[in-house]
Every structure is written in structure tokens, then in C-alpha cells.
């Protein structure tokens, strides 16, 4: 099997243990480029471990990924590490930055270790900042800063390199319900904005209405056919990118 010209991302047969417990078994599945894309499941279900593996945190047991047409299961560690710098893009359900940088160092960092100048990375790290509605925090370190802002913050930190994809794991898990639909609306509005594919883990309505598409894992297996719940076209898209 190969992939379709229009796939970014692509695994096959992924298979993957805890411990010797089972958490993915036999998962294929594609990603389009500038898809926005929900893996969607029970908790347990090996999301994390099925996002950990297409982004080359975790090395399947058994199984093939492909990245814009690399074969991450077969590189090194440290080829992994590159590809991960320069073109992924990550968003956990904490935002886990580092306590002793300003928001913009925060978000400035993986440009930073990209090799950009001092203020460049400044500026664009300042600029997403404000697109995320969290300019003013910007010479504010996170612990005085709301979880939505620093969360805010995180997503402007994996989108500020202008990566082609970003990995979001459950990234509204730790916010207030009345934040979750407008983190979420900001993400993946900037995301669509700038043509960057999203594949984004969660389990609620919320989760699966900004997506594209929607595939479902339960108990680490695929399940069902894939639902789209969005319009993909260009008006559908067009309606999504007025604000970011
Ligand atoms: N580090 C680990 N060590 C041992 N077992 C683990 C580890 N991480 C996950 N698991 C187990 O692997 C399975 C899949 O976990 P995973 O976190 O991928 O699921 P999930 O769908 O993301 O769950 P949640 O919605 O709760 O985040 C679960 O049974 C979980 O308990």
C-alpha cells in the first residue's frame, strides 16, 4: 500500500506496548495535508500513545510512519529529534513551560533552536502572542499567568515555527468549560489560516465538531468508518480563518 499525494502523514500497522500491556494494536491511518484531523476514543484508549507514535516521541513496536514521505520508524533517535524541531509542532493537555522564560522566550523557543536570530524570533514569537490573544502577557512569566493564557502560550510555541503539522493532545483537558470551545477555536482557526495540518486527541463533542474528520480508537484498534464533521472545502475553510 502507498500513499495518496495528498497524504502528509501516513502509518500502517502500528502496534505498541506499555509495559507489555497493549495499547495500540494493528492502527493505520492517514493524514491529509491541511487536515485538521480528531482521534477520538474512550479514555484508555491509546490516543496519547497513537499521537506519541505519528510524531516520533515514541517508537512503535511494530508498524510504519510516514512524514511527507520520510519513514520516521526507521531513522535515528537524533534524525527524529530534528524532524521534530523543524517541522512538528506540539500541544499537551498541560502546557508545561518553562517557569523561568517570559511568555514570548517560551514561545520564541523552538524558533530559537532553529537557529533564528535573537529578534527575529522575538517579533514572531510577539505576533503569535497577539493572534492568540495573549500579546499583553508577553513579558509575563507563566506562573503569573492564567492556565488558559499559558496554555495560550503553548499553542503559540508549537505554531510559531511554522510547522506543517501540530500534535494536540487533549489540549482543553485542564481549562474551564467556558475556555475549552475558544482555546480550541484558536488553534485550530490559526492553524487552517496558515495551512498547518492538526491532528488533534480528545473525547468530547467539542473536540470532534472543529475537526475535518474524525477516527475513532477503542480498547488501541480502529473502529468504524472515518465521520467528517466539518465542510473541508475551500468555504468551509474560509469561514474558519477570518479572525487569526
Ligand atoms: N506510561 C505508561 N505506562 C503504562 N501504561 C500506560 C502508559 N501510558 C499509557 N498507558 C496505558 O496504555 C493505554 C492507552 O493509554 P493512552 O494514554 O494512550 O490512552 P488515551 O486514550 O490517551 O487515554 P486518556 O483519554 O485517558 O488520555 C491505557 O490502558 C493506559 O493505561
Redesign the pocket.
Known amino acids: 500500500m502507498v500513499a495518496a499525494p495528498e497524504d502528509l502523514l501516513w502509518a500502517r500497522g502500528l502496534h505498541y506496548e506499555?509495559?507489555g500491556?497493549p495499547?495500540l494494536r494493528d492502527v493505520s491511518l492517514e493524514v491529509r495535508e491541511g487536515e485538521i484531523l480528531c482521534v477520538a476514543?474512550?479514555?484508555?484508549?491509546?490516543?496519547?500513545?497513537?499521537l506519541?507514535c505519528l510524531s516520533g516521541r515514541l517508537a512503535p513496536g511494530r508498524g510504519e510512519v510516514w512524514f511527507d514521505g520520510v519513514p520516521l520508524h526507521t531513522l535515528s533517535e537524533s534524525a527524529r529529534e530534528r524532524l521534530r524541531l523543524d517541522r512538528f509542532g506540539w500541544v499537551g493537555s498541560e502546557p508545561q513551560l518553562l517557569p523561568e522564560l517570559t511568555a514570548w522566550e517560551n514561545a520564541a523557543l523552538p524558533l530559537l533552536l532553529a537557529g533564528a536570530g535573537h529578534r527575529a524570533a522575538r517579533r514572531t514569537a510577539c505576533e503569535w502572542l497577539e493572534r492568540l490573544d495573549v500579546g499583553d502577557c508577553a513579558r509575563m512569566r507563566p506562573g503569573a499567568l492564567l492556565q488558559s493564557q499559558r496554555q495560550r502560550v503553548a499553542i503559540a510555541r508549537a505554531l510559531a515555527h511554522s510547522p506543517a503539522i501540530v500534535f494536540a493532545?487533549?489540549p482543553t483537558a485542564p481549562l474551564h468549560q467556558a475556555d475549552r470551545a475558544q482555546v480550541l477555536r484558536t488553534l485550530t482557526t490559526a492553524a487552517r489560516t496558515h495551512r498547518i495540518t492538526v491532528v488533534l486527541?480528545g473525547?468530547d463533542d467539542r473536540v470532534t465538531a472543529v475537526a475535518d474528520r474524525t477516527v475513532t480508537?477503542v480498547d488501541?484498534r480502529r473502529v468504524g468508518a472515518d465521520s467528517p464533521t466539518a465542510p473541508t472545502g475551500p468555504e468551509g475553510r474560509a469561514a474558519c480563518s477570518l479572525s487569526v
Open positions: 506499555h509495559e500491556s495499547a476514543g474512550p479514555r484508555g484508549c491509546g490516543k496519547s500513545t497513537l506519541g493532545d487533549e486527541a473525547h480508537l488501541g
